[in-house]
Every structure is written in C-alpha cells, then in structure tokens.
C-alpha cells in the first residue's frame, strides 16, 4: 500500500501543480508548455519549494508520456506517407544532423570541452525533439503541408539517433568503433525494423478493424493502447527507443484506416501523460548548475537554432520546397529533447563527460523548448522577410527552382541513365570514405612513423611534413573527384529534367539547366564534405577540414551565382515572349480564368502557354491569370500579396492593356483586367491563384486545381 500511497500522491502532486501553472499561463497568453516547465521546476530539489515529487517515479510516467505522444504521431503519419517522403526527408535529416554534430563538436571546443566531451555536444544538439514539437503544433493548431515534411525530417533523424546512441556507447566503454561494428549496427536495425513493420503489416490492421466492427469504444481504446504499448515493449526489448516502437505501433494501426478514430479515444490519455513528460522536464533543470555554466547554454541554444535554422531550410529548399514551407520546417525543428537527454546520460554515466554535460543537455531543452512555440508562430513572417530581402536573381531562381525538381521528379528516363546516375552515386561515395579514410589514417599513422624515422633518418618536423605532403597526394585526388562526379552527376540529372531539343535547334534551356547543375552540385558537394568533415572532425586539428570544405564550397557559389545572373537576363527574355503569347491569345474580355476550381471557366478565356513551355522550357508550364472584380488582390500590390513567400510561384509577367510588364516588382499594383502570367510548382500555382481570389492558401489537389482553373 505504501508505494500505491507514493504514486497517487507523486500524480496529485504533478497534475494539480502542473494545472495551477498551466491556468496561469494560458491567462497571461504563453504556451502551456513553459507553465510544465516551471511546475517541474517547483516539484523539483532545486528550487527549496516544501512540494517535493520523486523525480524517478515521475521519469517513469514521462515515459508513458513520450509513447503517447509518438503512437498519436504515428495515427497521423501512416506508413505509406513515411515511405513517399523517405527520400527526400532522409536527404534533409542527414544534412541537418552532419550540419548539426559540426556545429556542436566545433563550439565544444571552442568552450574548451575535451575531444569526447565535444562529441557528446555535437550528438546532443544534432536530434531536434519529437515530443516537443507534437506538443507545440497541436497546442497552436498547426496544419498543413510543411508539418508532413517536419515529422517525416523527425522520424529519420529518431532513426539516426538511436544509431549515434549505439555507436557513441561503444565510445563510452572505451571499445573501438570499427567498420564492421557500424555495419553490424546498422545492419541489425534494419533487419528489426523490416520484421516490425513486416509481420506488423500482416496483423495489426486486421486486429483494429475487427475490434472496430464491434462499436465499443472502450474495447478500441483498450486495444489500441496494448498494441501501443507492446511495440513500445518490443522495441525496448530489442535495445531501441521506446519512442520508435510506439511510432511504428501507431502507423500500423493507422494502415487500418481507422487513425482518426483511434485517435480522437486516445487524446485525452495522451495529453495528460505528455504533461507529466514536460513536467519531468522541469524537474531536472538545476538553476545553480545552469548559472555556473550559463555561457556554454546561452552559445549551445543559440547554435541549435540558427544552425537548425540554416540546415534545415536549405536542406529542404533544395529538396525542391519553396521558401515559405523550408523556412517553417527549418524554425519548427530548432529544439532538442528526449534524445539530448539519453545521449548526456551515456557519457555520464560510463564517466567520459563531465557531470556538467547533462544539466547543461537539460537547460538547452528547456531554452529551445521555450523559443519553439515562439519560432512556429513567427516563421510565416520570417519567411516573408528572407523573400523581400533577396536579390532579384535569386527571387527569380527560387520561385522556378520548385518546378525544375518537379520535372525532374517527374519526367521519364527515356535516355536510360538511370545505371549511369547509380554508377556515379557509388562513385561519389566511395570517393567521401575513402577520404576520411586517408585524414583519420594520416592522424593515426603520424606517431608511429615518427617513431619510426627520426630522429635516424629526419627530424621529427621534416618527418611530418613529407607524411603531409604524401597525404595531400592521396588525398587530393579525391577531393577533385568528388568535386568531379559531382558535377557529372548534377549533369545527368539536370539534362532529365531539362532535356535538350532536337539537334538542329537553339537550346533555349541551357541557362536554366546550368543554374540547376550548379545547384546540384554545390549541394552535394557540400553534403560530401560536410561527412568528411563530421568523421574526422574529433581526429584533426579545430578548423582545418572546415577550412578546405568552406574554400571549395565559395568557389561553387561564385559559378553558382553567375550562372543565377545569367538566369534573370534569360527568364526576361523569356517573359517577352510570354507577354507575345499572351496579346495574341486574348481575343475576348477578361471572364473567369481566375475562378475558383468549383467554377469552370469558358472556353474562349485565354489559357494557352503550351508554346512558350516548348519553346523556353525551364520557366515551368506557365499558366495565365485575368484579374477580376471580385478578386480579393484587385488594388492591391504584390508585396502586399506575399506571393512568392506564401505560395512560391512567380509572376513573370503582367499585360494590362497596351501595356506590358516584365519580372514586376513588389511594388507593383494589381488593377482588374490584368493578365498575370505565373510560374511555380502545380501545388505552387493552386496557392497562388486561391491568394489572387481571396480563398485560403491550402490545396489537397494541386494538379486538379490548376487544370481546372487553366483549361
């Protein structure tokens, strides 16, 4: 009886502390989130406050937090969602956890941290937190297409924490982490998660449906909440997350087709017990410990999110999202969590960190936990700002970026280079290992060649100079390739999604397919060296391989930004003849092209840039737009609209009348009558002609909206 006393009052205390502060908050209009932050800190040891909770009990129930939290994000995020965005999200994750284990290696020691004292760092700050950002999205209602691009980017990125767990406890028992014991690990969590989902797939769906045939509610919460907690169960058992289990639990209960329903029984569980999470949270933030290292919290929160910030709106911006969708994503993931927690705890506990690492893990949660909601809510205006203030060549190469991955993405391989583009993967990534292979054999090889040679046949300083040099020899050569097949890689794909005319024709897409090869390029090689960079980072001098890796990516983006100059002369030239196509199309009065999808516009309504796309491929299928009178962006000026922040298309052009416009300004006002040529993306093209209307920038059917708004 007396640990059933325990926990009913360790819960009494929790939920009505955690109530009160929650009241509080919610009245003075802050996130409810800071209100378990601060209950925590009220029931913890720290703050002297007579209400004291057993912090390890309350850890146990945050875990009942953590499962709840990640099985109602599998109901949302089905399986078969998770595989059509793998590719591209796995793109992102990696960029952002390469980009992010630099950064936190490179600013420990910068504070001075040891070698394994900033691994731990760069591991701590490289996995943004689930929990927290389900948290913050359903407290702010947010929906919409980038949330499926954040929680796909959180799914691989739990993925590759629980593989740098992995690797980083063998670090921590003084082991050496071979090549083989990184395949081994790697190879065992594929293997568990295809069986999971394998035999998943064949047994739970048909178990939810039976059950949901019954019509007993509390049958299906019962159930629901077994197979969440079993796969919980499994996945512990088999020496992962909980939280991995418990998401893949929810997607194949989703793979049901009754997610909602599960759903909408389990909410309130749900949110009850990721209260007690955040407030567990709360209770571990020591205000001595984070004032005496104050200096390393303040650098580390700052690093999460400006470096999240960057890496992930690059990263997706160049996975073909617009700018508005890259920014969101990249300010919604700049927090830490769960994770940041299980990784300090490695260390520490096997002794090769300082004690400081965890609460100083903890405070930085607790910062970047503050600053999400804040970030989320201010990332549409931010987005708005990066918009204004880049220059037209860029304003002009982000607003037709979008279609040309489309294409690329869409087009066929009629060429068959589909063996070829594999064959120069492998390449280039036989290339990156080999050369972290020679730099941490190099550092390897040094003292025992020293030992070797000198002081019989060289000192010791010309004996280190011929081992740098005869490393430079090796290593340039692949430095050059990887900056070669890159290049030749970036070409092949650049021709599919630009393919050349017939021969005896003007390419008339070179320019845009030379600004997409520089892209390319510069993005893998910067990927490719961001690896190298991050592997042999702990085994090379502060700044070196940061150095060489800054020096090649500057001279990729001087090619990269005069190849975008030479984009803007084309896509004007380009817009002259859009305008051309446009006075010879309009033979009758402005009528309904810019109706809404529900209402079919009349035959005679100018619609037809098919020429222009044969003829200036690379400006995407440009689509016309008449403004008319009931058009909430008549009188209006396009740097009022937002278009290309909000939807990312592009106005290429305006005929109004006798008069032509080309690339128009933010300035610009919009009269009715005006004929708007667009270009963007199918979805991007919905978006902008809802804005043009006045209707919510939101479409579940892009391609569908635009056929019938164009034709």
């Not at 739990?158 to 082991?175: E, K, N, Q, R």
């Not at 070196?544 to 001279?555: Q, S």
């Not at 200036?616 to 689509?623: A, I, K, W």
């Amino acid at each position: 009886m007396a640990d059933a006393h325990a926990f009913l009052a360790n819960l009494t205390l929790v939920l009505c502390v955690a109530a009160l502060t929650t009241f509080v908050f919610q009245r003075i209009r802050q996130p409810v989130v800071f209100g378990y932050l601060v209950a925590g800190m009220i029931l913890g040891p720290y703050l002297g406050v007579p209400l004291f909770a057993d912090r390890s009990m309350v850890t146990t129930l945050s875990e009942l937090g953590v499962i709840l939290l990640m099985f109602g994000l599998g109901l949302e995020f089905s399986l078969r969602k998770l595989a059509e965005v793998a590719p591209t999200v796995g793109l992102i994750a990696l960029v952002d956890t390469s980009a992010m284990f630099g950064f936190g290696y490179l600013t420990g020691q910068l504070l001075g941290w040891t070698t394994l004292e900033s691994v731990f760092g760069g591991a701590i700050v490289a996995i943004s937190s689930t929990t927290i950002i389900v948290k913050a999205f359903a407290e702010q209602g947010v929906r919409g297409r980038f949330t499926e691009l954040v929680y796909g980017i959180l799914i691989i990125e739990d993925l590759i924490a629980i593989f740098l767990i992995a690797m980083l406890t063998t670090v921590a028992s003084g082991a050496t982490v071979s090549a083989g014991a990184v395949g081994e690990t790697a190879a065992t969590l594929l293997l568990f998660l295809a069986l999971f989902v394998g035999l998943g797939l064949v047994v739970v769906p048909r178990i939810v449906r039976a059950v949901v045939k019954l019509d007993r509610p509390e049958t299906t919460l019962v159930v629901s909440l077994g197979l969440c907690f079993g796969g919980a169960l499994l996945a512990l058992d088999a020496g992962y997350s909980v939280a991995l289990g418990a998401f893949i639990a929810g997607s194949l209960v989703a793979e049901s087709g009754e997610g909602k329903r599960v759903e909408h029984l389990v909410v309130g569980v749900r949110d009850m017990f990721g209260a007690v999470f955040f407030v567990s949270v709360g209770m571990m933030i020591d205000p001595r410990l984070v004032a005496e290292h104050w200096v390393a919290v303040v650098v580390l929160s700052a690093v999460v999110v400006a470096g999240k910030l960057l890496a992930v709106s690059v990263g997706a911006f160049l996975s073909g999202n617009d700018v508005r969708t890259s920014t969101q994503a990249g300010m919604s993931l700049t927090q830490i969590g769960e994770f940041a927690f299980i990784i300090a705890a490695v260390g520490t506990t096997a002794g090769v960190v300082g004690d400081f690492l965890y609460p100083v893990a903890v405070a930085v949660s607790a910062v970047t936990t503050l600053t999400t909601p804040i970030a989320i809510r201010a990332s549409g205006a931010f987005a708005a700002f990066v918009d204004r203030r880049l220059p037209r060549p860029l304003q002009t190469f982000v607003g037709l970026y979008g279609t040309w991955i489309a294409s690329l993405r869409t087009t066929p391989d009629s060429a068959g280079t589909a063996p070829l583009v594999r064959r120069k993967i492998r390449l280039l990534v036989l290339d990156t290992a080999l050369l972290a292979v020679v730099v941490i054999g190099t550092v390897f090889a040094r003292p025992h060649l020293l030992a070797k040679f000198t002081p019989v046949v060289l000192s010791p300083a010309w004996a280190s100079v011929a081992l740098y040099i005869v490393a430079a020899l090796l290593a340039a050569p692949l430095i050059f390739g990887v900056v070669r097949v890159s290049g030749a890689l970036s070409s092949l794909l650049a021709y599919r999604a630009l393919p050349q005319g017939a021969a005896n024709r003007l390419d008339y897409a070179e320019s845009p397919r030379r600004v997409l090869m520089a892209t390319l390029q510069l993005g893998l090689v910067t990927m490719s060296g961001l690896v190298v960079v991050v592997v042999t980072e702990p085994f090379v001098p502060v700044g070196r391989g940061v150095a060489v890796l800054a020096l090649f990516v500057g001279w990729l983006t001087v090619v990269f930004w005069r190849r975008t100059s030479d984009l803007y002369g084309h896509t004007r030239a380009g817009a002259q003849v859009l305008l051309s196509a446009l006075s010879k199309s309009i033979a009758t009065p402005p009528s309904a092209i810019g109706a809404p999808s529900s209402s079919p516009a009349p035959a005679s309504s100018p619609r037809d840039l098919s020429t222009v796309h044969r003829v200036l491929p690379g400006l995407g299928d440009p689509v016309p737009y008449v403004m008319r009178a009931g058009d909430a962006a008549a009188g209006r000026t396009l740097g009022d609209l937002q278009m290309r922040s909000q939807t990312g298309a592009v106005v290429l052009a305006i005929t109004r009348g006798d008069d032509h416009v080309l690339l128009p300004v933010g300035a610009e006002r919009l009269a009715v009558g005006d004929v708007l040529a667009l270009a963007g993306t199918a979805q991007a093209l919905a978006d902008a002609m809802r804005l043009l209307h006045g209707e919510t920038v939101a479409s579940a059917d892009a391609a569908g909206a635009v056929d019938a708004i164009a034709t």
